[in-house]
C-alpha cells in the first residue's frame, strides 16, 4: 500500500489511473515522470508565490512536517497509520476539493498548474481506501486502536493548526491592507 502511494509521489502511475486523471482533464505529460514537490512548485508559480524562499523551522508547515515525522518514527506503527491514513489521506481529496474552488475564483490558472490540487483530488481516496484496510488490521485489539486514535488526532491537530495560523494571517494581512 505505501509503496504503491510513494511511486505515485514520484509520478509512477499505472494506465488505469493515468486514464482516469485523463477523463479528468489531466494531460498524462502533466504528471508522468513529475515527482508531486514539482507538481507542488509549479502550482505555487502558477498562483505567484515564490517558492525557492527557505522554509522558516517556526512556520506552521515546518510544525507540521517536523510533528508528522516525530510520530511517524517514534511511535507505534499503527500511529503512523492512523496520521497517514485516518488523519490526512482520507481527508486530503475534500480539502484540495475546496481550496481549487478558491483557486478557481482566483482566477488567471493555467490548467496544467493546477494538477497538483486535481490529482490529490482525485487519488488520495484510492490511497485513503487502501491505508484504512490497512488500518484494519492493526485495530484488532486495543493498543492499536488506541495507537491509531492517537495518530489521527496528532495529524488532524497537525493539520488544524496549520490552517487556524494560515487563516489568522490571512486575515490580519487583509484587515492590515484596509
Given at each position: 500500500?505505501?509503496?504503491?502511494?510513494?511511486?505515485?509521489?514520484?509520478?509512477?502511475?499505472?494506465?488505469?489511473?493515468?486514464?482516469?486523471?485523463?477523463?479528468?482533464?489531466?494531460r498524462r505529460?502533466?504528471?508522468?515522470?513529475?515527482?508531486?514537490?514539482?507538481?507542488?512548485?509549479?502550482?505555487?508559480?502558477?498562483?505567484?508565490?515564490?517558492?525557492?524562499?527557505?522554509?522558516?523551522?517556526?512556520?506552521?508547515v515546518a510544525?507540521?512536517?517536523?510533528?508528522?515525522?516525530?510520530?511517524?518514527?517514534?511511535?507505534?506503527?499503527?500511529?503512523?497509520?492512523?496520521?497517514?491514513?485516518?488523519?490526512?489521506?482520507?481527508?486530503?481529496?475534500?480539502?484540495?476539493?475546496?481550496?481549487?474552488?478558491?483557486?478557481?475564483?482566483?482566477?488567471?490558472?493555467?490548467?496544467?498548474?493546477?494538477?497538483?490540487?486535481?490529482?490529490?483530488?482525485?487519488?488520495?481516496?484510492?490511497?485513503?481506501?487502501?491505508?484504512?484496510?490497512?488500518?484494519?488490521?492493526?485495530?484488532?485489539?486495543?493498543?492499536?486502536?488506541?495507537?491509531?486514535?492517537?495518530?489521527?488526532?496528532?495529524?488532524?491537530d497537525l493539520?488544524?493548526?496549520?490552517?487556524?495560523?494560515?487563516?489568522?494571517?490571512?486575515?490580519?494581512?487583509?484587515?492590515?491592507?484596509?
Open positions: 500500500v505505501l509503496d504503491e502511494n510513494k511511486a505515485e509521489e514520484v509520478g509512477r502511475y499505472d494506465e488505469e489511473t493515468l486514464r482516469e486523471l485523463e477523463d479528468a482533464g489531466l505529460e502533466w504528471v508522468a515522470g513529475i515527482p508531486h514537490p514539482e507538481l507542488f512548485r509549479r502550482f505555487q508559480r502558477g498562483i505567484g508565490v515564490e517558492s525557492d524562499t527557505a522554509v522558516d523551522p517556526t512556520s506552521p510544525r507540521w512536517r517536523e510533528g508528522l515525522l516525530h510520530l511517524i518514527q517514534t511511535d507505534h506503527p499503527a500511529a503512523a497509520v492512523g496520521a497517514l491514513g485516518l488523519g490526512t489521506e482520507l481527508v486530503v481529496s475534500r480539502m484540495y476539493t475546496t481550496v481549487l474552488r478558491g483557486v478557481d475564483r482566483f482566477g488567471g490558472i493555467r490548467p496544467e498548474d493546477r494538477t497538483f490540487l486535481v490529482l490529490h483530488a482525485l487519488v488520495d481516496d484510492a490511497h485513503a481506501v487502501s491505508l484504512l484496510e490497512l488500518a484494519a488490521r492493526f485495530a484488532v485489539d486495543a493498543e492499536g486502536r488506541a495507537a491509531l486514535a492517537r495518530g489521527m488526532r496528532a495529524a488532524l493539520r488544524a493548526a496549520f490552517w487556524d495560523e494560515l487563516h489568522e494571517h490571512a486575515t490580519t494581512a487583509q484587515e492590515n491592507a484596509a
